[in-house]
């Protein structure tokens, strides 16, 4: 048995420590690993009828990945410019709402951390208490509060700074403040976490040398809860990516995300490898691209983890 094992059962007994490797074995190899390799099976293989799976017809192919850069076979456009658009405009979308939620977040976490009180602990339960409501509901507010007839139309029609309803449904604007909206939780806590642990004399002490609010932050607050930063970064961006309820539900007619162009392989085509095809895709690009932030800004797995 290897040495940190024996450590492990030392230090929690051989039943619950058995039971604990037990739980995060299953999590780990049956809900995230298992899953994934059944659709990266399924995303090699062409869509037959039932009797025919398992045939000499059912061999691995590549049709499913060159049908999301080329198109059909035969098609008229040499690129499958829809779906190729769908794909990274649903990329550059979830960086927005990451950047977005990064910024409206921080402040929030650095305010909880470094304040003591009573008030923190409500402020605290005003963030919480939202959450206790199903998210298709809370959708479903936001698309009343942002629609033609809204609570926000009306407030902005009464001040006169518009003189008709803004479509904030068609422009994406109520999509977008949905999916912040949805996962600002994910980034407040991780970053609070971080700074809460941050020495205070650290902050006094740049303080009385004369650093500026801005250098405080950049020189002492920021290094510091850069895994907390990663972290929640991380978590907002890959949900954003692969939302699929807010964009069904507070997406425009010309907004079609990702998610959606697979759901609708999976169910309105009943075409599972080609969704599978999609699927595998959204999520190496989307993990490359984590992986390429946290290495441009020198934060490594054990940081997130912390």
Known sequence: MPSFLREFFKR????????????VLFWTIGLIILPQLSMLDFSFRPNLPPPEIGGPRD???????????YGPEGGSQ??????????FRTLVAAVCVT??????????????????????????????IPYWINEILRAFALRII???????????????????????????????????????????????NVIESLD????????????SWLKIHQRVVIPYAKPGISSGCTMVFMLSAGA?????????PSSLWFTQLIYQQFNDNSDWPQGAAYAVVLLVTCILLVLAIMRLFKVNMGDIGK
């Open 146 to 192: 942002f629609g033609e007839t809204g609570v926000l139309n009306n407030m902005l029609v009464g001040l006169g700074v518009f003189d008709t309803p803004f479509d904030f449904i068609r422009n994406d604007i109520a999509l977008y403040a949905g999916l912040g909206y949805a996962y600002i939780l994910l980034m407040i806590f991780p970053i609070y």
């Open 12 to 23: 929690n007994g051989t039943g619950m420590g058995s039971l604990m490797l037990g739980l």
């Open 78 to 87: 040499d690129y499958n410019a829809v779906d190729l658009k769908v794909f």
């Open 244 to 252: 699929l309820a807010a964009p069904q539900i507070l997406g425009g």
């Open 99 to 128: 950047v977005f939620n990064l910024i409206l977040c921080y402040p929030i976490a650095y305010y909880l951390a470094q304040t003591k009180g009573n008030h923190i602990r409500i402020f605290a339960l005003m963030l919480i």
């Open 200 to 211: 205070r004399n650290q902050i006094e002490a740049a303080r009385d040398m004369g650093a």
């Open 59 to 69: 061999v691995y192919t590549l049709e499913n990945y060159t049908y999301l850069i």
